[in-house]
């Protein structure tokens, strides 16, 4: 089992940035494709980008070009840059696997756009 560690989320303004970091407990680097999900209020969790070992990188379209995901192997990290922000991308972000096979949720970070 990993332990996954989110941080980095605040309240920002629309058109703010933000950048999210997930920190596993393990070596991840070699093995996972890894993701960012989020769970916006009342709805259920999604995956907004993912990316492979070798840093191949997949998005929802609702923040294509907005969104980069990226990751630190040696550091075990994976990273969630947010730029031009939108109120309908307030949510708890969460990192994991892309796979159907999830480790434990850590506890997420909280992004709020709000003017």
């Known amino acids: 089992q990993v332990q996954l560690v989110e941080s980095g989320g605040g309240l920002v303004q629309p058109g703010g940035s933000l950048r999210l970091s997930c920190e596993a407990s393990r070596i991840i680097g070699i093995l996972y494709n890894m993701g960012w999900y989020r769970q916006a209020p009342g709805k259920q969790r999604e995956l907004v980008a993912s990316i492979t070992p070798g840093g191949s990188t997949n998005y929802l379209d609702s923040v294509k070009g907005r969104f980069t995901i990226s990751r630190d192997n040696a550091k075990n990290m994976v990273y969630l840059q947010m730029n031009s922000l939108k109120p309908e991308d307030t949510g708890v972000y969460y990192c994991?696997?892309?796979?159907?096979?999830?480790?434990?949720w850590g506890q997420g970070t909280q992004v709020t756009v709000s003017s």
């Open positions: 994991n696997r892309d796979s159907s096979q999830l480790w434990s």
